[in-house]
């Protein structure tokens, strides 16, 4: 196969590296450390070498391309095109995460402190929209569980609070009121302690770009992505369930658990189908999966509670 320059991205460089240490017979692991500056304004950040993944996807992955370009991200304007042309205004330098509340003790962890809290894994994980889409990206991350365990939980710790960076100055969105800022997020301590559950820092075998949460998100892939809470700068682990951004903004639209349900429609449109990003507008719509397709690893989470009420 013969490539133009101008269409190598780095998604064919992913696959191809893929392609290449497999015939070299070693994992992504063999490589060391990989430096990549994620977009002009970023800072050159350093992720170490990361473990391939143990389980293959047969999906597709998503073009870099369309992952980068199309998404959501209001602190830099509530257009899907806006991230990729206004997070290079925020500078992540001198990152730090605390984590708070119902801890053993309250820590404060930069940036080296986090990647040497487990090793760095890649994950391909399925995404799904709650406005529909879908799309499949090689994450590098640790898991959510080896950080909280580093500050300790106490025996009320039953809910984990997420808080993203509030910086108006270079999230320009902020400077509107279309969401309360900062924005948060939350789950019940069994799903942040789940193995699936990822702090995700790095895209297609690079640091995350500013786009996509740098430097530091989560991914939570059998829930709808608005869970999946980017450039996090606070974790409080409560005794009591946390109000989200989003119920607070329309708490009938969008509730605490937004696990992925084909049955259970949002109040204006369908979840039974999806768009894969990359498919075209017009091509065929997909079945949505229960759980997104993860449900022999989580359903046994939500044994017994309703569903719709759930939601
Ligand atoms: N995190 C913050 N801080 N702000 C946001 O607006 N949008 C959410 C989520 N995390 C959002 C956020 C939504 S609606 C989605 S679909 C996912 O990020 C998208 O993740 P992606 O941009 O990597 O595709």
Same mark, same amino acid.
């Given at each position: ?8 991205t780095?998604?064919h460089?992913?696959l191809q590296r ?6 070299l017979g070693l994992?992504?692991?063999?490589l ?9 304004a ?16 047969s ?9 980068i370009s199309?998404?959501n991200y ?6 899907k ?5 206004y997070a ?10 605390k984590?708070?509340?119902e801890?053993?003790?309250?820590? &404060? !962890?930069?940036?080296?402190? +986090?990647?040497k ?5 890649e994950?391909?994980?399925r995404? /799904?929209? =709650? ?9 590098a991350?640790?898991p ?16 984990v ?14 400077n ?15 799903e942040?302690?789940?193995?699936? &559950? !990822?702090?995700?820092?790095? +895209? ?5 770009t ?6 530091? /998100?989560l =991914? ?10 980017k450039a ?38 369908s ?9 075209g ?12 397709g ?9 044994q017994?509670?309703?569903l719709?009420?759930?939601y």
């Amino acid at each position: 196969m013969s490539i133009n320059p101008s269409e190598i991205t780095p998604e064919h460089i992913f696959l191809q590296r893929r392609k290449f240490m497999k015939q070299l017979g070693l994992g992504l692991g063999g490589l060391g450390y990989l430096t990549y500056a994620s977009n002009a304004a970023a800072q050159l950040i350093k992720l170490p070498a990361i473990i391939e993944s143990k389980e293959k996807s047969s999906e597709k992955i998503s073009a870099y391309e369309d992952i980068i370009s199309y998404n959501n991200y209001y602190e830099f304007g509530t257009g899907k095109s806006d991230p990729a042309k206004y997070a290079q205004q925020l500078n992540t330098q001198g990152w730090q995460i605390k984590i708070e509340g119902e801890v053993k003790q309250t820590i &404060t !962890l930069d940036m080296d402190d +986090i990647l040497k809290l487990a090793p760095l894994e890649e994950r391909i994980y399925r995404l /799904r929209c =709650v406005e529909g889409w879908s799309m499949v990206i090689p994450w590098a991350g640790i898991p959510l569980s080896s950080l909280l365990k580093k500050a300790g939980l106490t025996s009320n710790a039953k809910f984990v609070q997420f808080t993203s960076l509030h910086r108006p100055s270079e999230m320009l969105g902020q400077n509107s009121n279309v969401l309360d800022w900062p924005y948060t997020e939350g789950l019940r301590i069994d799903e942040a302690m789940h193995p699936l &559950t !990822l702090l995700g820092l790095g +895209i297609y075998g690079k640091p995350l770009t500013n786009q996509n949460g740098a430097p530091v /998100r989560l =991914v939570v892939p059998w829930k709808y992505g608005f869970k999946s809470i980017k450039a996090i700068v606070n974790i409080k682990l409560t005794e009591k369930m946390p109000i989200s951004t989003w119920m607070q903004a329309n708490g009938r639209e969008y509730g605490f658990y937004a696990n992925v349900n084909p049955e259970v429609d949002h109040p204006r449109w369908s979840q039974a189908t999806e768009r894969r990003l990359g498919d075209g507008l017009f091509s065929k719509r997909r079945k949505t999966e229960m759980f997104n397709g993860y449900a022999d690893q989580v359903a046994s989470l939500y044994q017994g509670m309703d569903l719709r009420k759930y939601y």
